[in-house]
């Protein structure tokens, strides 16, 4: 199996900056560049919902509509890592960060247990 650990979060004002990360780690052959990474958000109340998907080679990036030209996602394949820089950081954006992998071969789905970012002056 994989595993997914979050880290970075915590309380920043408006207009402020804060820097996600998820470390992967797995059995005996694991290939970190063979999967899929993207980081969801979900605040209380509400479905959970993806904020950003980058490809294993990480050429190609997708984003929501709300987080377009402030978020980046990134990954090291080298540090078995993926990140997220969010700028500009608004109150909507206040959530449960989460950091999933995808191994298309299989349609494997793994999940980490999140990370609290809140975002309040």
């Known amino acids: 199996q994989v595993q997914l650990v979050e880290s970075g979060g915590g309380l920043v004002q408006p207009g402020g900056s804060l820097r996600l990360s998820c470390a992967a780690s797995?059995?005996?052959?694991?290939?970190?560049?063979?999967?899929?990474m993207s980081w969801y958000r979900q605040a209380p109340g509400k479905e959970r919902e993806l904020v950003a998907t980058i490809t294993s080679a990480g050429g190609s990036t997708n984003y929501a509509d709300s987080v377009k030209g402030r978020f980046t996602i990134s990954r090291d394949n080298a540090k078995n890592a993926v990140y997220l820089q969010m700028n500009s950081l608004k109150p909507e954006d206040t959530a449960v960060y989460y950091c999933?992998?995808?191994?298309?071969?299989?349609?494997?789905?793994?999940w980490g247990q999140g990370t609290q970012v809140t975002v309040s002056s």
């Open positions: 797995g059995a005996s052959g694991f290939t970190f560049r063979s999967y899929v």
């Open positions: 999933k992998a995808d191994y298309p071969m299989t349609w494997a789905t793994y």
